[in-house]
């Protein structure tokens, strides 16, 4: 049965039929409704979890790390600057190789202090090793968090997984989800059985010091784990589809079939590009969903019939003059020997809207480019240039 | 006996007879330490210096505590000479995670037992050196004092950041000469007095908190049972020498520790619901420039300076002697 939910609560209950056995968690906006809600249910006996109220998020993620090396399923969230001030921390999650889920409720950086919607945050953490979903809707959110524990269990995985949604967009805003019962989440998800942890009837020594003979190694590990998880982030989308009849797939390809401009996005400000691209003939979205690992074959193939591809984004790379997804989607096109124009769109940075006509104009210079005119390689859509 | 018989015979007793008698002709001393194990969980032939009182401090702390634990540790010198993979010398588990999180991280193993079921068979241990614990770790320990998690928490202090080459932290005492706080034409070494860390444990109001010395193991093993018998969080700040970072030889560093006390630079007390106790009060006290004299990092102070020491040492000894 559907219900109305925020962003916030559809995660929250994922948690909870996720039996999450320790969330630890620090507010700050957008995330706050989230581990509201969460604090809520543990005070009301709906969900047995212990739930640590931590001073900061650096010390989120660290009980987090301790939590589920002691082998219990863990949860947190963050958003901006309190994944920011994780990223020491985060690195280390997934050094260690813990399957911690994290919801990140996307918030521009400071300075300027901006607590509204972008995706500088979790971007700036793409080498950090963890997997990275970026989802459009509610109902995708509350999905992700239930498939992100299967992906990060997954004993060919062992990695720490990021969802990632649109502050206010989505985690403040209502939209119909469908609510899962217990056992079909019960039957997706067995309990997590990890085989090594912290226990005294064996003895484990978990991070260790890796000095130069062993280091590279450890790493190119994690590499390996990383390409694994490409494939088993598609199969247990399938597997989701089989038992809930939802799937999503690594991205999704939008009346891309017969494009000559096909536009690239992440989150939600797909559902925007959706309702434009639907008045062209010859404009398709690619709506990347799994960032880290990057899907580069999907990728490639949603992109080979098209001559632009525009890459609308809610971050700037400063340094490279462009958004850093575009910057990955140029690789993709370079490796797999793809003669794609690829622009660089930046939009919507600390919660500038997006509108249906900033789109358009992306669509406009996209054409202009298609017909070999030379266009500006980055623009800047809904910027006040008079104030600058 | 084997086992402890690394306990100098010096060591002295704190119980039924007078701190000038010998320790072998004190009854409670022999029983206790009849009671230490004998088994050995940090494990020797890990690559600490010899004389480290910090790697002393890890292993009669383990000593008391048992097998059944699970302890979290910090990076710093203790965690690089125990754990360079893939050899450890750690026979409990254990975790190192980072340099300022290891209270966090242990309130994350606590609460992980609690839902697991675990926590009445297994204990939290959480160490840190002085620049974990009072300086880049400080945030991380207070909030983990305050939400009351059941573990101990168990501060070496040698005073210094050793890992990294001897620099100063909130820890090192008055006039020591670090790699930071040199000594020259015009410094006389580090300018201020030592971060009164276990007070400030005990000011979040924890059941249990004490100060310890490894020169008195007998009396700190009976700490670390008590705090880890006391359900909810307890500190523990033992006074732990550094060989090359005090400038002492290391057959020295027992004897060293042991005069801290003697001259009251280092205090063993506990704070037991509120409550000061002393935990061994020196028939004598010494000068403190006894104890200084004996270590390089204060060889250049001038009398000045030493007599400004004896001033804070008296005045802190007064303070404490006064609470109990």
Redesign the interface.
Known sequence: MKEMLHGSKAVAKAVKLCDV??V?AYPITPQTPIVEYIAQMVADGEL???Y?????E??AM???????????R?FTATSSQGLAYMH??LW?ASG?RLPIVMVNANRALSAPINIWNDQSDSISERDSGWVQIYVETNQEALDSVIQAYRIAEDKEVLLPVMVCMDGFVLTHTMEPVDVPSQEKVNEFLPPFEPEVK???E??????????PQ?YMEFRKQQDEAMGRALSRVKDVDEEFGRIFGRSYGVLEEYNTANAEVVLLTIGSLAGTIKDVVDSYEDVGLVRLRLFRPLPEEDIAKALEGASVVGVLEKDIALGLREGALCTEVKKVCYDHGLSTKVLSFVCGLGGRDVRMEDVEKAIEVCRRAAKGEKVSRTTWLGLREAVL | MKVVADIPSYVKCRHTCEASLSASRCFKFRQLLKEVSEEELFASGHRACSGCACALAIRLALKAAGKNVIVTQPTGCMEVVSSPYPETAWRVPWIHVAFENSAAVASGVEAALKALGKKDRVKVLAFGGDGGTVDIGFQALSGALERGHDFVYICYDNEAYMNTGIQRSGSTPYGAATTTSPPGKESFGNRTFKKDMPRIAAAHGIPYVATASVAFPLDYMEKVKKALSIEGPAYIHVHASCTPGWGIREEKSIEVLRLAVDSGMWILYEIEHGKTRVTYKPAVKRPVEEYLRLQKRFKHLTEEHIAVLQRYVDERWKEVFSEE
């Open positions: 056995d320790v630890a047995g979890a212990e640590i109220m931590v001073e900061s650096h010390s660290s009980a987090c790390i301790g939590a589920s090396a002691t082998g219990a863990t020491e921390v280390i260690m912290l226990d005294p064996q003895p484990m020594t978990m991070g260790a010091l890796g000095e062993w």
